[in-house]
């Protein structure tokens, strides 16, 4: 009884913030959440379980954070690349429900390696630049997504230079809330 | 560089349709951002980028001041590197007349100081047949304070959003830690000595802050 009680007054509170502003559409109050997989072309290839938050503090500009777990695969050196982007995101609608989105963020990459004959172990924190564009199409509470990010680092730590810059690719839906 | 300039580009075209005419920030106002900085070390044959953060106070209609953090990774020769931990604090005072209450470009020039903790390293180039792992070299990180100075332009598309460019050079005061290098551009050395060496750093940042507090500026 007490779990329907609470499912109908958050059904209610959710409901009661999207009538006083009706209709999707990016908008300054928004918040916006998104999981995926992401796929990142570079020297070596990796897939990455990707996050993603973002909170607008204008009608065209949100604060936005990212995270990408590298989950693999399993040869490639260094072995764990996992990184954190936050910064700007700054969004041009096209229509009410369709969007346009651009950040150009710094990041923090946490690389890391037990190392093998062949490669010497590595444990490096690893700051990178970023320009990422995105396209969303809105409903009330859920959003079409298609994200590429254009990301730039490198770690010394090794033998050999290693180029961590890759072309970071993703899709899938993701939610919002209006909160104003 | 070429992606930054085409970023900014859209973000001018982008913008020109939200543009509110209330004036940038007022005196008072605070803000945080990010920032990515890319440095090239004159002394030392470094070069590299870093990531970090910044916190914005605007003390009059023409003084700004940047609270900065800034963690850089550069290259040195064929196997080396450096990495930097910049702390620290720059005054940006605004050039044109208006300060920074105009929706115009603003040129500022700046000046400051920082702390840096400083780490370089090396990996030895060992060409032993057997193939074992090469064995990396470094120092513990060493800390000393900088002084810096510069020149930028600031710009506000909409009210409390800022963008940044500046150029700066820096010069580290107390400690200096480098490595040295052979004919072939190996390092095999760290080396380091107390004292300022006036070999620094350039360094230039794109930066975007957003005022999460701008204060009403009292009617006369």
């Known amino acids: 009884m007490k779990r329907i009680l609470i499912f109908i007054l958050l059904f209610i509170s959710v409901n009661s913030i999207a009538q006083k502003k009706p209709g999707p559409g990016i908008r300054k109050g ?24 973002e909170y607008l503090v204008h009608n065209r500009v949100g604060i936005n954070g990212m995270t990408y777990i590298n989950i693999g695969p399993a040869g490639n050196y260094p072995n764990s690349v996992h990184t954190v982007f936050s910064g700007p995101a700054f ?3 096209m229509s009410k429900q369709m969007d346009v989105s651009l950040a150009l963020q ?38 079409l997504f298609f994200q590429m990010r254009a ?18 690719i993703s899709f899938g839906l993701g939610w919002n809330l209006n909160l104003k | 560089m070429k992606l930054s300039s085409v970023f900014l580009l859209m973000l001018t075209f982008g913008f020109s349709n ?24 004159l002394g030392d044959n470094a070069a590299g980028f870093g990531a970090g953060g910044q916190m914005k106070i605007l003390f009059s209609n023409r003084v700004n001041s940047e609270w900065f953090l800034d963690y850089m990774n ?16 720059s005054v940006q005072f605004a050039v044109n007349k208006g300060g920074y209450q105009t929706r115009m470009l603003i040129p500022f020039v700046e000046a400051g100081q920082c702390f840096d903790w400083t780490t370089v390293g090396f990996v030895k180039n060992n060409s032993s047949e057997n193939a074992m792992p090469q064995t990396s070299v470094r120092n513990q990180p060493v800390f000393s304070a900088a002084t810096q100075a510069g020149a930028g332009v600031a710009w506000f598309p909409i009210s409390r959003l800022e963008l940044n460019a500046q150029v ?33 750093h350039i360094l230039g940042t794109i930066s975007i802050s957003w ?10």
């Open chain 1, 91 to 93: 969004h041009f609608p």
């Open chain 2, 74 to 89: 550069s290259s040195a020769g064929l196997n080396g590197y450096r990495k930097d931990t910049h702390i620290g604090w």
């Open chain 1, 106 to 143: 710094p990041g923090l990459s946490f690389v890391k390696d037990k190392g093998s004959i062949e490669n010497s172990a590595v444990s490096e924190m690893v700051p990178n630049t970023s320009i990422m564009g995105g396209l969303a199409y809105y409903g009330s509470f859920f959003h």
């Open chain 2, 211 to 220: 005022y999460l507090i701008q204060p009403q500026k009292k009617r006369a």
């Open chain 2, 168 to 200: 700066q050079y820096m010069i580290h005061l107390g400690k200096d830690v480098h490595l040295e290098f052979d004919n072939d551009n190996y390092a095999y050395e760290i080396s380091q000595s107390k004292g300022t060496s006036f070999d620094g």
């Open chain 1, 30 to 53: 928004l918040l916006r959440a998104e999981g995926s997989l992401a796929y990142g072309s570079g020297n070596s290839s990796r897939y990455y379980l990707q996050g993603e938050l």
């Open chain 1, 151 to 168: 990301n730039s680092a490198y770690t010394n730590d090794t033998a050999e230079r290693q180029n961590l810059s890759d072309l970071r």
């Open chain 2, 18 to 41: 939200a543009q509110d005419q209330s004036i940038s920030v007022n005196p008072g106002s605070a803000g945080i951002g990010m920032r990515t900085t890319s440095s090239v070390f």
